[in-house]
């Protein structure tokens, strides 16, 4: 998960939080972030069954206002802004013109004209030179906002109890937002998360994170690390930039083109269009092992790597996804992994891997 804690790290208004309970920290994207407070398992199957409560504070934020704002946004992101309406919520792709990958993100619409889209902390900086690089003829502002928000995920079954019993009216729902007074705080309360579980993410003033981060606990959300949030977004087969995403990825061979709207003309739009019409030569796949764990990097027999491998919390069974060749992806189809030498079978899953009791499928968001 990173090397060893640096003192030129960044640090979240939380971390003497992290620091008190215990946490082991560890450095991740350029921050001093928690991993875990004790067992990794425990916190996962705590989200699953009841509620956990993550410090998100390292991912940034960019605002896009101005007249302008939502054309620029429809040229830079591979979703349709158009049809998201104030106080909606949308995932999509930043891409650069030959369909390379540069970072997956949710943009909120605040008003008509202005958006808040939340990037992964590593690739922060350069998707703020890219917003601005390509604002130049448009009538848009872009600016930086990473530095006035703190940001907290709330998930789990009992997330909107927890969250909503400190909110002083009913909580958004599901990939939508508004302002609300959390714990006496004003935040920006988005009904969206990254394990699979129902929740929402508070963005707020770093200064009011500590007061709010204590009231959530106090009414039962278990503090998670970045070790549980990772073995939970694998569950429900959510991507990790840099796992399952790169500039050398594409959107439709990662499964991703239910996120592109070629039609909108987004910067990359004629290359996914291509790959869409021609098949992509990989795909990306879930799968279960046998026996045993696969890791990132081990290589799969026949052409193909694993991105992303764990024991899967509340499986039981070593879980992961990896691209293979297209031919070879669909499910069921039998694997052989080489981990450390060894190989591995393996079988090609439906996805998600894990699914809610109370639905039949789990969605991104």
Same mark, same amino acid.
């Given at each position: ?127 703020? &030179? ?147 019409? &021609? ?46 060749? &297209? ?39």
């Amino acid at each position: 998960m990173g090397a060893a804690p640096d003192t030129a790290l960044r640090r979240t208004p939380l971390f003497d939080r992290h620091r008190d309970a215990g946490a082991r920290l560890v450095a991740f994207a350029g921050w001093e972030m928690p991993v875990q407070y004790g067992s990794v398992r425990d916190e996962h199957l705590a989200v699953r069954t009841s509620a956990g409560v993550f410090d998100v504070s390292h991912m940034g934020e960019i605002e896009t206002s101005g007249p302008q704002a939502t054309a620029l946004l429809q040229r830079l992101v591979t979703n349709d802004v158009e049809r998201v309406p104030v106080g909606g919520a949308q995932y999509a792709l930043l891409c650069r013109e030959d369909g390379g990958v540069l970072d997956d993100l949710f943009s909120y619409r605040l008003e008509p004209d202005r958006w808040l889209t939340v990037t992964n902390a590593a690739n922060h900086e350069s998707d703020l &030179a890219w917003f601005q690089r390509h604002a130049e003829g448009f009538d848009a502002t872009v600016a930086d906002r990473a530095a006035d928000f703190a940001m907290l995920a709330v998930q789990g079954p009992l997330a909107r109890e927890i969250t909503g019993a400190v909110a002083g009216s009913p909580l958004p729902a599901r990939m939508s937002l508004g302002e609300r007074r959390i714990a006496g705080a004003d935040a920006l309360v988005c009904g969206t998360g990254y394990t699979g579980e129902d929740g929402v993410e508070l963005l707020l003033d770093p200064a009011d994170a500590p007061r709010v981060w204590d009231e959530l606990v106090r009414r039962g959300a278990r503090p998670a690390g970045l070790a549980a949030r990772d073995t939970l977004r694998l569950e429900v087969c959510f991507h990790l930039y840099g796992n399952e995403l790169g500039e050398d990825r594409g959107p439709i061979e990662a499964g991703l083109g239910w996120a592109c709207r070629e039609d909108t003309g987004f910067i990359g739009a004629d290359a996914v269009r291509a790959v869409r019409g &021609a098949g992509p030569a990989e795909r990306l796949v879930a799968f279960t092992v046998d026996e045993g764990i696969a890791r990132q990097g081990n290589p799969i027999a026949g052409g193909g790597v694993v991105t992303s491998g764990t024991m899967s919390p509340s499986l039981g069974v070593g879980i992961g996804m990896g691209y293979v060749p &297209a031919d070879r992806a669909a499910e069921g189809a039998r694997l052989e992994i080489d981990v450390r030498g060894k190989m591995r079978p393996a079988t090609v899953r439906a996805k998600p891997l894990y699914r809610r009791p109370d639905r039949s499928e789990t969605t991104h968001g």
